[in-house]
């Protein structure tokens, strides 16, 4: 049976570290971190998201203002808003919770926010920094990935690593990530999606699989090679009346099925998902001493 990779041990971990940085911080600049975060529209699963994200940023001392929107807002309004904080100091941190609703347009939304504090490492800026190996603010989840593979001394170097799933949020990030001529990363990478004729042809060759597609349960044991190591990134809620709430979270990937053959495995939940939000953490701190440093 696989080594079952404990996402909330290692977030927990992660969090308590920053929360040390923060003091230091605090004595250091006077001030603490102050990170926004925007949620527009009344999508359930990003409600519970971006509450998540708001009782962990004040755990460990930043300064988290929640701000909530009706779904009728106008572009120009939400443009306002980002500008607001733009200029203002006592924010390092700004999260636009995706997706948005329709009329806005994401893309422009997101390149209204000032680089230095994009947290989520979405904006064009960044990401061309990602692909070129710079230091940047990296997109949370991604991050979270390397961060779990860091700590249960996976190294990616030289293996093959294939990724199921093309997303500006997760796929393409994280094969990027792993490409670089860099400690954590170093990997052969294969990003294969749901044009592929059989995915079974890639999935199989993996050393590390990465699973980001949005469909649940959808990896089975056929489809992975003996001791991979297999990283879920799916958040999929399926119809469950068993359940008080009627569904259950499941990953991309079918647990039970695929446990045995595995060498390494993330559950959902307690997996990937909670280190999105502890190097949410992260990059606010990140965002926060860049912006000091450059005012001296
Ligand atoms: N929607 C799903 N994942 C994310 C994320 O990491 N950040 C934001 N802003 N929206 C999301």
């Not at 992660?14 to 923060?22: G, H, N, R, S």
């Not at 930043?62 to 929107?69: A, H, L, M, Q, Y």
């Not at 603010?137 to 996976?154: A, D, K, M, Q, V």
């Amino acid at each position: 049976m696989a080594v079952i990779i404990d996402g909330k041990k290692v977030a927990a971990q992660v969090k308590a570290e920053l929360k040390e940085k923060i003091e230091f911080l605090k004595i250091k600049y006077n001030k603490v971190p102050g990170l926004v975060t925007i949620l527009v529209g009344n999508n359930p699963a990003s409600l519970s998201y971006v509450n998540s994200k708001v009782k962990a940023c004040r755990e460990i001392g930043i300064n988290s203002v929640f701000e909530k929107f009706d779904a009728a807002i106008t572009q120009d309004e939400l443009l306002s808003i980002i500008k607001k904080y733009n200029n203002d100091e006592n924010f390092h941190g700004i999260l636009v919770q995706l997706p948005l609703p329709e009329h806005l347009k994401e893309d422009v939304v997101i390149e209204s926010i000032n680089p230095l504090k994009d947290v989520d490492g979405f904006h064009p800026y960044n990401v061309g920094n990602l692909v070129i190996g710079k230091d940047t603010l990296y997109p949370c989840t991604p991050y979270g990935i390397l961060e779990l593979l860091f700590r249960y001394s996976i190294n990616p170097s030289g293996k093959h690593v294939v990724v199921v799933g093309r997303s500006n949020i997760v796929g393409k990030p994280i094969a990027n990530m792993l490409l670089q001529k860099k400690d954590g990363a170093n990997a052969v990478v294969t990003i294969c999606h749901s044009a592929a004729k059989d995915l079974t042809i890639y999935t199989k060759q993996a050393d590390i699989l990465i699973a980001a597609i949005g469909k649940p349960l959808f990896i089975k044991e056929d489809m992975v090679k003996e001791g991979a190591v297999v990283i879920d990134v799916g958040i999929n809620r399926i119809e469950d009346n068993t359940t008080e709430k009627g569904y259950r979270i499941v990953g991309d990937v079918d647990f039970e099925n695929v446990v045995n053959k595995a060498s390494f495995i993330t559950p959902v939940p307690g997996g990937v998902g909670l280190m999105t939000v502890a190097m949410l953490l992260k990059n606010t701190i990140t965002a926060f001493e860049k912006i000091e440093s450059l005012k001296n």
